[in-house]
């Protein structure tokens, strides 16, 4: 233990006076456009390439190019494209600089820009023209994508593309048993597999995590193994009521104890001799005092590695929080010291640090909360996702709220660095992308989302799969070569997936303040469990049979009205909605959402009074008249999409002219107008409004 602490101050200390020389580093991607490895078939690509999406090319980023270096066989680039080919722009437009290469984080310029190309092309006929030079000559180059359409403007969720993708990308691990590796990489295959509604997929899944389980953690066994193992077997518990992984939870939730750093800290420098380190003098109390900071906090090993780190301890208490729904139970101090390690690691903005960040890189010893008060920090947004999947998971706890918040925003600042990490991009991809959906804030979504829609063009592979890209920290980052297609096509699943979430970390189950799911029993569970499947009309008559109870307690009381808090905050976020439905003239949509919040908000008190508008509009002839326009508009587009023929289109535009000052008619002519004029079929009634938090360029 003192031998890792003295290790411990000398890494964090040299860390500050290395991070101008990453920076420098990262501006041309030293040694990795030549150094090979990772999974097969990466095995056979000669450097860390930036990927072309499913054109099958990979290649060096310029400034304002890619220069090809390689091409997969059977892929849409052979033939095409030829090694050593610049890519220079794409449907005729030079690309823009590449700020990255000048020390930003984000990934615009040509890697946006050809992310953007692939999209637009595979939203058409799949033609995508590349401007390239070859032999000193510009000339265009065609390849030729599949045509599966574009993201909708919610994606993942309601989006069609985004249910093809996730479905191939699991694919790929049926076709590809062999896929596996440490434990972050075995986490997200069996996740993402696990969370299929394909039986055959979670078959596979099962398989893979009883198998895990037959692997049970000793006094060697490091932190990552450990939670990961504790996340995916408790994922797997929760859904199946499987009992055979519970053993092994166990010993997973007694390890993760044994190994976590306790006060008093262990400490290696005798009081009189002068505390020198990279030529600073420390003060020995002050510094033993910060060091009794790590107090919660997990290191890589047991505890071994070199000193506690925020993501470690994070998982572990992920870990334990799941293994608490489980029915096993997590001594309170040691959960409680965890959350306070992660407190000192988590600034004012949501900044979660890399390591002990509040005893030095850059912060005096003398005042150890600095960093809770510094408001920097611009990426690794990954971290601040797994801290609000355990935040929310922590309901209970009175800072919960108020920490959620902090990561929420963070997203808000720093969602262009989120595939960047130091050691492993992946975990950022991981936990970013799955925490912006547990996030349950459209803002945050669609921030995130929304900016790496085309970074997820440019990562996936013509044959379904995902590949680890440069990224701005890939001076060290070892992503690509641990491994470098299994990790990232099963966190890409499961980011595919947010739309149909089915595990615990995808936030299917609801934070509500001052409520603990875990100690909820009778009544009080049901009335929970039916808030968690949005049946509030369920829950209601759960919360007043616990309320109208002779033996309620005070404490029950308290918990039904944070439940009724809920339920009431979200029949409040539908209002605003039958507002739009009915100023936008789409009464059909109208009349389905007022008699579903009838019907699932039922017992709420004052539900008749602010539906009653909407009651009376909906028995007036001039709105039953649009309602029949809606069903036709409906039908006419529906026999469109079966047979894509230009008669169909033309009763469309003829509705359209008929009816030119009703919402149905106008959608009617926009459908027409886009299948004449591409022969694709755009539904303006399938396309919700955007969020009017739209995500800038960092």
């Known amino acids: 233990m003192k031998l890792i602490l003295s290790v411990s101050i000398l890494c964090a200390l040299s860390l500050c006076f290395s991070i101008n020389a990453h920076a420098e580093a990262d501006k041309d991607y030293p040694d990795l456009w030549s150094k090979p490895g990772g999974d097969a078939p990466d095995k056979e690509v000669p450097g860390w390439l930036v990927n072309l999406g499913p054109t099958g090319a990979r290649a060096i980023v310029t400034k304002t190019s890619f220069i090809v270096r390689y091409i997969f066989k059977d892929s849409p680039a052979v033939g095409r494209l030829n090694l050593g080919d610049e890519i220079v722009g794409v449907f005729g437009k030079p690309f823009n600089p590449n700020p990255v290469l000048a020390g930003r984080f984000g990934y615009d310029g040509p890697i946006m820009e050809f992310g953007q190309a692939i999209e637009k092309a595979e939203g058409k006929e799949g033609k995508l023209i590349l401007n390239v030079t070859r032999e000193s000559k510009t000339v265009e180059v065609t390849i030729n994508l599949e045509a599966i359409g574009t993201f909708s403007p919610t994606f993942p969720i309601n989006c069609k593309k985004s249910e093809l993708l996730r479905a191939r990308a699991l694919k790929y691990f049926v076709d590809h048993p062999e896929a596996d590796g440490a434990c972050n990489t075995r986490s997200a295959i069996c996740l993402a597999l696990l969370a299929s509604d394909d039986p055959k997929h979670q078959a596979i899944a099962k398989q893979r995590i009883q198998q895990w389980a037959t692997e049970r953690p000793d006094a060697g066994t490091w932190t990552w193994p450990a939670a990961y193992q504790l996340i995916t077997l408790g994922e797997y518990y929760l859904m199946t009521k499987d009992p055979s992984v519970l053993p092994t939870m166990k010993l997973d939730v007694e390890h993760l104890e044994q190994i976590q750093y306790k006060y008093p800290i262990p400490f290696l420098f005798d009081r009189g001799k002068p505390l020198v380190v990279n030529g600073v003098t420390f003060d020995y109390d002050k510094l033993k005092a910060a060091i009794d900071l790590y107090d919660g906090g997990f290191g890589h090993g047991s505890p071994g590695g070199y000193g506690p780190m925020q993501y470690t301890t994070i998982l572990a208490v992920i870990g334990w929080q799941l293994a608490e729904r489980c029915g096993l139970t997590v001594t309170p101090a040691r959960m409680a010291s965890a959350f306070k390690y992660i407190h000192h690691g988590t600034n004012a903005s949501g900044n979660v640090g890399y390591g002990s960040e509040f005893t030095f890189d850059g912060y005096s010893i003398n005042d150890p909360e600095a960093y809770m008060r510094g408001t920097g920090g611009e990426r690794a947004v990954g971290k601040s996702g797994a801290a609000l999947i355990a935040y929310k998971l922590a309901a209970e706890r009175p800072d919960s709220t108020e920490y959620v918040n902090k990561y929420k925003n963070f997203y808000k600042i720093a969602y262009s660095g989120l595939p960047n990490g130091h050691a492993d991009g992946n975990l950022n991809i991981f936990w970013g992308f799955v925490g912006s959906g547990a996030a349950d804030d459209d803002a945050v979504l669609r921030t995130t989302m929304d900016y790496h829609k085309a970074w997820i063009n440019m990562s996936r592979c013509f044959d379904g799969s995902y590949v680890v890209q440069p990224n701005r920290h890939a001076g060290d980052d070892d992503a690509y070569y641990h491994s470098s297609r299994y990790g990232i096509t099963g966190s890409m699943a499961l980011a595919l997936g947010i739309g149909a979430p089915k595990l615990i970390i995808q936030g299917i189950q609801v934070s509500i303040p001052g409520v603990n799911p875990k100690a909820l029993k009778g009544k009080l ?127 469309l535009k003829s509705f359209s002219e008929k009816n030119p000052d009703s919402l149905y008619g106008k959608w009617s002519a926009l459908v027409a107008t886009e299948f004449f004029a591409n022969k694709t079929i755009i539904d303006p009634s399938a396309i919700k409004e955007p969020t009017k938090d739209k995500p800038t360029s960092p």
């Not at 109208?548 to 339920?567: G, M, P, Q, R, Y």
């Not at 579903?596 to 009376?616: C, M, P, Q, S």
């Open 525 to 651: 569970d049901t009335a929970y469990k039916a808030i968690v499947d949005k049946s509030y009309a369920k829950s209601l008559v759960a919360i007043n049979a616990t309320n109208s109870a002779k033996s309620v307690t005070a404490e029950d009381t308290a918990i039904c009205v944070a439940l009724l808090a809920h339920i009431e905050s979200c029949l409040a976020k539908e209002l605003p909605r039958l507002e739009t439905l009915e100023k936008n003239g789409d009464f059909l949509t109208l009349d389905g959402a007022v008699t579903r919040v009838r019907t699932n908000y039922t017992g709420i008190d004052g539900l008749k009074e602010k539906l009653a508008h909407y009651e009376e509009g909906l028995k007036q002839e001039t709105w039953k008249a649009e309602i029949k326009l809606g069903v036709r508009y409906h039908q006419l587009v529906a026999t469109l999409i079966r047979s894509k023929t230009d008669t169909s289109a033309r009763a």
